[in-house]
């Protein structure tokens, strides 16, 4: 298994790389890693508590919603790579403002977090929904399961390196500066790391090259049960609610998991950027084993599977009011998720015409980013008068009701290919005693 990925790796082309690179240093710092383990414990540490990092979570959130629906247009008029160089610089600005946020008087600080996070979750939006598209194009059709999951194990692997960083620089820096891990100045540190960090990667996708698609143009368009053009806007509309449902438990985990922990359970921060790096750490093999499942059972079914694990998951978290449950239910949710996304992402790819795909990412997106506003939103207040459990167990609920839904769509896309492909086999089975045997000559097509 690893040399086939090790082949897909080596086939790449120099954009696919430079993008694999990308995806490294965003799990090491801002998607995962750094970010996941210790950002909200700097918000907790500026004198606010979970209600407001609901509220600064869901701001950021739905930044990211209504960034995502202009980043589909932006790419689809002015190309994806330049919005990506957009985004990630919108990004860097972020990254390496909001860290000042504890310099500045108590009344100035929410405005700078918003402001700072405004930058950050623009950006992020500009390049997640046209990063997909990107990639896609510098992917032959084959290859594409296994860049993929690549992707997503690599990001996995440097949110390991991120979280385990972030966890333990803060009781480092308090050492140093003399402070204690109460106080937000040792989160400083790494949190400015993220923003020098992402200013690398905006080296390195200004090496990246416009390029023609490698796929064939119209496969989307061509495979039998594929939407036609006008039914494609339907597909879009479907699964942008699929989506809204369905990761409403992975964004309820990523926004008050640490909080939990830190201000829940009593769990030092040390533990806590532990515990985050093993969840990415074990996502590894998850998402590499993913598109063998995937082979095995089609894409669609792998992201049923992948999202039933997510919201199993869940539950250890919402009803075991423990370190060790609420750890291990992370751990596991990130796994069954870097197996849902990659598989998702590519069985809904395959079915949106080319031109729509931007489109496509960019409501997807648009819906991801809602949706962890709202369970953001919604959380900090339900934790305040209900707690933690009943937060994670409302975004498990929500979460199975949208795999439920994804599920009975890919069992009737099923039904629909097998009864499109039916006519063209009766057609054979007919025929076939008619034909004779097919002479080929040398110079000409094959003839009857």
């Not at 985050?276 to 750490?281: C, G, Y």
């Not at 370190?323 to 239910?329: C, D, Q, R």
């Amino acid at each position: 298994m690893i040399a086939g990925y090790l082949d897909t790796l080596r086939a790449a082309n120099r954009n696919a790389r430079l993008v694999l690179s990308i995806s490294v240093i965003m799990g090491f710092t801002i998607d995962g890693g750094i970010y996941a383990a210790i950002l909200n414990l700097y918000i907790l540490r500026l004198n606010f508590g979970p209600e407001f990092v609901g509220q600064i979570s869901s701001a950021a959130n739905l930044i990211f919603a209504f960034g995502s629906l202009a980043a589909g247009w932006l790419g689809s008029r002015y190309g994806d790579r330049r919005i990506m160089i957009v985004g990630l610089s919108l990004a860097t600005m972020g990254a390496c403002t909001l860290p000042m946020a504890d310099t500045l008087p108590y009344t100035w600080r929410p405005a700078w977090l918003a402001a700072a996070l405004l930058l950050a979750y623009t950006g992020l939006s500009f390049y997640f929904v046209n990063s997909g598209p990107f990639l896609i194009r510098a992917t032959a059709v084959a290859a594409r399961g296994n860049i993929f999951a690549l992707q997503s194990a690599l990001g996995g692997v440097a949110g390991f390196a991120g979280g385990l960083l972030g966890g333990l620089l803060p009781a480092l820096f308090a050492a140093i500066l003399l402070l204690p891990t109460t106080n937000p100045g040792p989160y400083r540190v790494p949190l400015l790391v993220v923003g020098i960090s992402m200013a690398v990667a905006v080296v390195l996708i200004l090496q990246t090259r416009d390029m023609p698609d490698e796929s064939e143009p119209e496969i989307a368009e061509a495979r039998p049960g594929a939407p036609r053009p006008r039914s494609a806007y339907r597909l879009i509309v479907f699964m942008m609610i699929v989506r809204f449902l369905q990761v409403a438990g992975v964004g309820a985990a990523i926004t008050f998991f640490n909080v939990y922990m830190d201000a829940g359970l009593g769990v030092a921060t040390a533990t806590i950027g532990i515990v985050s790096a093993t969840a990415r750490l074990l996502a590894v093999p998850a998402a590499l084993l993913g598109p063998s499942l995937s082979r095995r059972i089609g894409y669609g079914p792998a992201a049923v599977v992948g999202s039933l694990g997510a919201f199993a998951s869940l539950l250890p978290m919402a009803l075991i009011p423990s370190p060790l449950a609420v750890g291990t239910g992370f751990i596991a949710l990130m796994a069954f998720t870097s197996v849902r996304y990659p598989a998702f992402y590519v069985y809904v790819m395959e079915r949106t015409p080319p031109r729509l795909r931007a489109t496509m990412t960019g409501t997807g997106e648009m819906a991801a980013g809602f949706s962890f506003a709202m369970i953001s939103l919604a959380g900090g207040y339900i934790i305040v008068h209900q707690g933690y459990g009943a937060t994670f167990l409302l975004s498990a609920l929500i979460t199975l009701a949208g795999t439920l839904l994804f599920a009975a769509y890919v069992w009737m896309s099923a039904r629909r290919q097998a009864r499109a492909a039916e006519p063209a086999m009766a057609t054979e089975l007919i025929t076939a005693p008619l034909v004779g045997p097919v002479v080929e000559v040398e110079g000409e097509l094959p003839r009857t």
